[in-house]
Every structure is written in C-alpha cells, then in structure tokens.
C-alpha cells in the first residue's frame, strides 16, 4: 500500500471492510492524503472506491453507519449512493473526456483481446488518468 495512506489507517479498515461487502476493484485516495499533507482530526478523506457490481443505496448507508461506529477517523468519511458497475464506468468514459481510441482499447481488453501498448503511450494514458481522475473528484468535492 502506499506509504501516504500510513498517515490514516482508516483508509486501509476502510478497503477491508468494502471488500467483505462489494467486489472493490480499486481504491483511489486524492485531496490532502494523495498530495501528502494529511492532517489526522483535521483533513477529510478523499476517496473513490470502484466496485464490480452494484451496491443498493440501502446497504452502502448501512455499511457507513456500522463502519462509522467501529472507526472514529470515520467521521471525516462521506459515502455518495452513486455507484455504478465497471461496465457502466466504462461505457461513460466519453463523457470523462477519454478519447475514442482509447475507449476502444479499453473494450478491446475488457473482451479479452490482446492490445499491444508501449512505454510511452503507457505513460501517456497513466496521465491523462491522473488528470481525469483529478477533475472527477474535483467535480464531486464540488
């Protein structure tokens, strides 16, 4: 795990405890924790999860409340009820700003195709997705 999450281990409770619930695919952390200056009672917690199925909005406010109760830095958490399944993520990355192509490649890969990629464009796509990702959290801190 990255050594910036050490600062709110919470953030790694929180990971485990989506994990019995939902498929977690990936964790993303941004705001103060990813940029490294994270203040524990002070920060809030700035995280994505991208889960493979759907959850019910029901069961995501139950997971909080519970979660909540055994975790203090909890508090500084806040769960949307928008969750959506990876196909569905993928079939929104146009609107993201994700070039067709790379859209393409994407479902190519999600088909089980192989897709040849190099380091650079490797590189490329790396930060085009920190950038989208970025403006996609920017956009829900509001």
């Known amino acids: 795990m990255d050594s910036r999450l050490d ?3 919470v953030v790694a409770a929180f990971a485990r405890e989506v994990a019995r619930v939902v498929e977690l695919v990936a964790l993303y952390a941004a705001g103060s924790l990813a940029a490294g200056d994270y203040r524990a009672g002070v920060s809030d917690l700035d995280l994505v999860a991208v889960v493979g199925s759907p959850l019910h909005p029901g069961e995501l406010r139950r997971f909080h409340e519970r ?3 055994e975790q203090a830095a909890a508090e500084k958490l806040h769960c949307v009820g928008s ?3 990876k196909a569905e993520a993928l079939a929104r990355l146009p609107r993201f700003g994700v070039p067709a192509g790379l859209c393409e490649e994407i479902a190519r890969r999600r088909r089980g195709e192989e897709v040849s990629v190099s380091a650079v ?3 490329r796509r790396a930060l ?3 950038r989208l990702v970025a403006r996609g959290i920017r956009r829900l801190a509001g």
């Open 128 to 130: 085009l997705a920190r």
């Open 121 to 123: 464009a490797r590189l």
């Open 83 to 85: 969750l959506i399944t």
């Open 7 to 9: 600062a709110a281990p």
């Open 67 to 69: 979660f909540a109760l």
